[in-house]
């Protein structure tokens, strides 16, 4: 097992760091500048044009598209080489975006990629990879525990040439950008079947008729224009036969593609999160004194930095294992450890980013910093794509099993 790195890996990380030096630290103020003037203007929904113009930059660089693995469509990276620079974009939350890597239009990429047709590809995903448009992922819902995806009540029904579905979703996300132009809903279409083929994904547009936006969710106080994560209600919603994904029935195998490399992303972006608060508290540390010391001379707080540099190389070096088994074994063989990363990388950024937010004091809880806005994203993230309880009770189902 040999987690160096190849040399096309280190060059793209050395280019993908310089840009993030030379373009997106010193545009972090102008970010929330714009979206403050756009709140002002009333126009808190629209696309900032500070990431357009940085989208312009990173493409003329061959910065774009990093995440898709082997592919006629993508840099063609691997799972294990793509990590480092999640890593590397993860340290600005809204980094990745200005790469074309973001979410939810990463795993939707990769969804249409491996299980479009070529008339869905053509309609859908090269405007994605073209950043033309953005998308949505449809399939938790308000009233039923959605971390159990076979509790989803929304329906799916074939009608002659088409399907008409119905439901309610909230979290959304993606769905309040006004370039939100598809979503990938997930939904019942034969409630009778056995209990994991009962589900399908089906592409819907978003100016279709019958899909209203409720409101958007507010994360920690954050409602994340112009990203937003949406309530969204599916009204008898027409959509052709042929916009099915892979066929009714498979929702879950396609579930199952999307996640792996979803939860990489996710995890080495909050590593990187990470590591970025450990920097932040290691200076703040250095330039503040209290009771007659350098806060970096408390023990307390030298016990922090040292468990956080720990926790963070433990976190990375498991979700590179991971990253490794589905590149060389796929992703059934890495389920494990792709459900331990969804545990570990988490609660790991949470811990670091609330030592860090407790070094900086009052300053830690506020706009004056990024740590709080820091801290939302972690949180949330051990709600994304399943709760911590789900993935432990998956890992311990395995390691009980290896005594059979």
Same mark, same amino acid.
């Given at each position: 097992?040999?987690?160096?790195?190849?040399?096309?890996?280190?060059?793209?990380?050395?280019?993908?760091?310089?840009?993030?030096?030379?373009?997106?630290?010193?545009?972090?103020?102008?970010?929330?500048?714009?979206?403050?003037?756009?709140?002002?203007?009333?126009?808190?929904?629209?696309?900032?044009?500070?990431?357009?113009?940085?989208?312009?930059?990173?493409?003329?660089?061959?910065?774009?598209?990093?995440?898709?693995?082997?592919?006629?469509?993508?840099?063609?990276?691997?799972?294990?080489?793509?990590?480092?620079?999640?890593?590397?974009?993860?340290?600005?939350?809204?980094?990745?975006?200005?790469?074309?890597?973001?979410?939810?239009?990463?795993?939707?990429?990769?969804?249409?990629?491996?299980?479009?047709?070529?008339?869905?590809?053509?309609?859908?995903?090269?405007?994605?990879?073209?950043?033309?448009? =953005?998308? #949505?992922?449809?399939?938790?819902?308000?009233?039923?525990?959605? %971390?159990?995806? *076979?509790?989803?009540?929304? !329906? @799916?029904?074939?009608?002659?040439?088409?399907?008409?579905?119905?439901?309610?979703?909230?979290?959304?996300?993606?769905?309040?950008?006004?370039?939100?132009?598809?979503?990938?809903?997930?939904?019942?279409?034969?409630?009778?079947?056995?209990?994991?083929?009962?589900?399908?994904?089906?592409?819907?547009?978003?100016?279709?008729?019958?899909?209203?936006?409720?409101?958007?969710?507010?994360?920690?106080?954050?409602?994340?224009?112009?990203?937003?994560?949406?309530?969204?209600?599916?009204?008898?919603?027409?959509?052709?036969?042929?916009?099915?994904?892979?066929?009714?029935?498979?929702?879950?195998?396609?579930?199952?593609?999307?996640?792996?490399?979803?939860?990489?992303?996710?995890?080495?972006?909050?590593?990187?999160?990470?590591?970025?608060?450990?920097?932040?508290?290691? =200076?703040? #540390?250095?330039?503040?004194?209290?009771?007659?010391?350098?806060? %970096?001379?408390? *023990?307390?707080?030298?016990? !922090? @930095?040292?468990?956080?540099?720990?926790?963070?190389?433990?976190?990375?070096?498991?979700?590179?294992?991971?990253?490794?088994?589905?590149?060389?074994?796929?992703?059934?063989?890495?389920?494990?450890?792709?459900?331990?990363?969804?545990?570990?990388?988490?609660?790991?950024?949470?811990?670091?980013?609330?030592?860090?937010?407790?070094?900086?004091?009052?300053?830690?809880?506020?706009?004056?910093?990024?740590?709080?806005?820091?801290?939302?994203?972690?949180?949330?993230?051990?709600?994304?794509?399943?709760?911590?309880?789900?993935?432990?009770?998956?890992?311990?189902?395995?390691?009980?099993?290896?005594?059979?």
């Amino acid at each position: 097992m040999d987690f160096s790195y190849s040399p096309r890996t280190q060059e793209l990380q050395a280019r993908v760091a310089r840009f993030m030096d030379e373009h997106i630290y010193p545009s972090e103020d102008l970010y929330w500048q714009e979206i403050a003037a756009n709140t002002a203007a009333g126009k808190r929904w629209t696309p900032l044009q500070l990431i357009e113009e940085l989208k312009l930059k990173a493409r003329a660089q061959g910065l774009w598209n990093l995440f898709l693995p082997e592919s006629e469509y993508g840099a063609g990276l691997t799972n294990q080489e793509y990590a480092p620079l999640a890593e590397i974009m993860g340290r600005t939350p809204w980094a990745s975006e200005v790469f074309n890597c973001s979410a939810p239009d990463t795993g939707n990429m990769e969804t249409i990629v491996r299980y479009g047709t070529a008339e869905q590809k053509t309609r859908w995903l090269e405007p994605l990879l073209d950043a033309k448009i =953005r998308s #949505a992922f449809a399939m938790t819902e308000p009233d039923v525990a959605s %971390s159990d995806a *076979t509790n989803i009540t929304a !329906r @799916i029904e074939r009608d002659g040439e088409d399907y008409v579905l119905n439901g309610r979703k909230w979290w959304t996300s993606g769905a309040g950008d006004p370039r939100c132009a598809v979503y990938i809903f997930m939904g019942k279409t034969d409630p009778d079947a056995p209990r994991h083929s009962q589900q399908s994904m089906i592409l819907v547009p978003a100016d279709a008729p019958g899909v209203k936006i409720l409101r958007p969710l507010m994360v920690f106080g954050y409602d994340d224009a112009p990203h937003g994560h949406m309530e969204v209600l599916f009204e008898n919603v027409r959509v052709p036969a042929s916009n099915m994904l892979l066929g009714e029935g498979r929702g879950f195998e396609i579930a199952q593609g999307r996640l792996g490399p979803g939860r990489i992303h996710h995890c080495m972006r909050l590593i990187g999160l990470a590591e970025r608060s450990l920097e932040l508290m290691c =200076r703040r #540390a250095t330039s503040r004194v209290a009771f007659g010391k350098p806060l %970096s001379a408390q *023990t307390v707080t030298q016990e !922090r @930095i040292a468990e956080a540099r720990c926790m963070i190389d433990q976190a990375r070096l498991l979700t590179l294992k991971a990253a490794w088994m589905m590149d060389v074994a796929g992703n059934k063989t890495a389920k494990a450890e792709i459900a331990m990363i969804k545990v570990v990388a988490p609660s790991m950024a949470c811990k670091v980013i609330d030592w860090a937010m407790q070094v900086h004091g009052g300053g830690g809880m506020c706009e004056d910093f990024p740590l709080a806005n820091f801290y939302t994203m972690a949180r949330t993230l051990r709600f994304a794509d399943g709760p911590d309880e789900v993935h432990r009770n998956a890992i311990a189902k395995m390691e009980i099993g290896k005594l059979s």
